[in-house]
Structure formats: structure tokens, C-alpha cells
């Protein structure tokens, strides 16, 4: 254990953009939920990172416009595919979104097969790396964050599945680059599962996503492991904490 990685230039931009990215992501993981679509942003994230894959082919950089440009296109062109899937395809759609995932999913492989350092490329695009993050890319995030937040709770109630899933298309095309699809899973799903049966659902999301993030961004810095990793078994561990308080306050109450 050690605590020189303790250092708030490398945490603390990483703890910010975990707190952007959950504020996005908690009550659209909510809304998955309760349509029953959970496997939905795995298969937009693999996507957009299949995107971010073809623009590297094209030796576009890392974080520039273009990059950015193929990331959101596919994840739209995938939210509209997907949502017209739900409106004709209803009792098939759990599993043709689990094919989508699978196909992008092999085709990242494949674009990468011949690449010397595609399975690093492989492997940041799955688990991200959340302490790369700098000061700089804060604003751009806070301002995709602002947009998702004000279409969501000023108009969600006008927007249709074909809305929602293109919304969500854009959340999820500014976090995966930044943590990985792994975790934009886990920011979406675990807390929304660890808030289910409280009042204050959103609240409690929040609250579980962000001492979720922190604690995993502490241990893994502590004990020297990979990040994104940790912070998807602490959320799992908070989450669980909550509904067993729950659970508990439910029996006492009873």
C-alpha cells in the first residue's frame, strides 16, 4: 500500500469527471431500468467506441474533432437503429441489442488484429483510464453534461423512445471515451439497481455513484490498481450496502 498516488492533480480531476459523468448517467440508468433494456448501453457504448476506433484507422488524434465527430455519428446511427428495433421488434429486442454489442464488439478486434498495440488500444476502450483525465477535459464534458440534464428534466416528458435513445446516444458517446465501457455500465446500471424501493431514488443514486467513485479512486490509487476496475466493485459494494439497509429498515418497519 502505498500513498504517494494520493494527489489531488491526478484525482481530482478524475473524481469530477466521475461526478459529470454520474449525473448524466443515474437517471438514465434509471429510465433503462425501468424499460427493461439493460444491456442498451453496453451495446451504444461498444459502438461508439467501435467509432473511435475507425477514426484511429484514419490516424485522426485521440481527442480531436473528427474523432469525436465518428464516435457521436455511430452512437446516433445505433440509438436510431435500436430505437426502431423497440418500436417493431419489441419481444426480440433484449436479444438483437445483445447481437449488436457482440457484432461491434468483434469488429473492434478485427480493426485492431493488425495493430502492434491493439490490444492496449483494446483494453483502455474497455476499462478506460480514468486517471488520464486533465483539468482541460472538464468543460467539454460539463457542457455535453448540461445539455443531457436540461433535455431531460425540462423536456423528458415530450420526449419519445426515438428521443430518449438519442439522448442517451450523446451521454454515452462523451463517457466512454473517458472511463471505458465497463464503467459506463456500472454508472448507469448499479446505482440505479442500489436505488430501486428508496423514496428519494435519485438521491440515493447519486449518493451511491459518487461514494463509489471516490472510494474506488482512493483503493485503487492505494493499492496500485487499475482504477476503472475498482471503482465498478465499489459501486457494486456500496449498492449492495444501500439495499441491505433498505431491506433492513423495510422488516423494521413491517
Known amino acids: 500500500m502505498s500513498f504517494e498516488g494520493l494527489e489531488l492533480s491526478i484525482l481530482g480531476p478524475a473524481f469530477i469527471i466521475g461526478l459529470l459523468i454520474l449525473a448524466t448517467h443515474v437517471p438514465l440508468g434509471q429510465e433503462v431500468l425501468k424499460r427493461g433494456i439493460i444491456f442498451i448501453d453496453l451495446a451504444i457504448a461498444q459502438i461508439a467506441g467501435l467509432g473511435v476506433i475507425v477514426a ?8 480531436g474533432w473528427e474523432v469525436q465527430l465518428v464516435a457521436l455519428s455511430s452512437a446516433l446511427i445505433a440509438a436510431l437503429a435500436l430505437g426502431w428495433l423497440e418500436k417493431h421488434y419489441q419481444q426480440f429486442q433484449e436479444a438483437l441489442i445483445g447481437v ?4 461491434a464488439a468483434t469488429a473492434s478486434i478485427l480493426l485492431l488484429a493488425n495493430n502492434p498495440h491493439g490490444g492496449e488500444s483494446l483494453k483502455d476502450l474497455l476499462v478506460g483510464q480514468i486517471l488520464w483525465v486533465t483539468w482541460d477535459q472538464l468543460l467539454p464534458t460539463a457542457l455535453v453534461t448540461g445539455f443531457v440534464l436540461l433535455i431531460w428534466f425540462g423536456f423528458r416528458q415530450r420526449l419519445n423512445h426515438i428521443g430518449f435513445y438519442l439522448l442517451f446516444a450523446l451521454a454515452v458517446t462523451s463517457s466512454v471515451q473517458l472511463i471505458g465501457v465497463y464503467l459506463v455500465f456500472a454508472s448507469l446500471i448499479i446505482p ?8 428519494k431514488a435519485l438521491l440515493t443514486g447519486y449518493v451511491i455513484g459518487g461514494s463509489g467513485y471516490g472510494l474506488g479512486l482512493i483503493l485503487s490509487s492505494l493499492l496500485d490498481l487499475p482504477s476503472g476496475a475498482v ?3 465499489s459501486l ?4 449492495l450496502s444501500f439495499k441491505l439497509i433498505i431491506m433492513k429498515n423495510w422488516k423494521i418497519a413491517e
Open 236 to 239: 457494486a459494494c456500496i449498492a
Open 56 to 63: 484511429y484507422r484514419f490516424g485522426w488524434e485521440a481527442h
Open 100 to 103: 449488436t454489442f457482440i457484432l
Open 231 to 233: 471503482i465498478v466493485w
Open 192 to 199: 440505479a439497481l442500489g436505488s430501486v424501493g428508496h423514496k
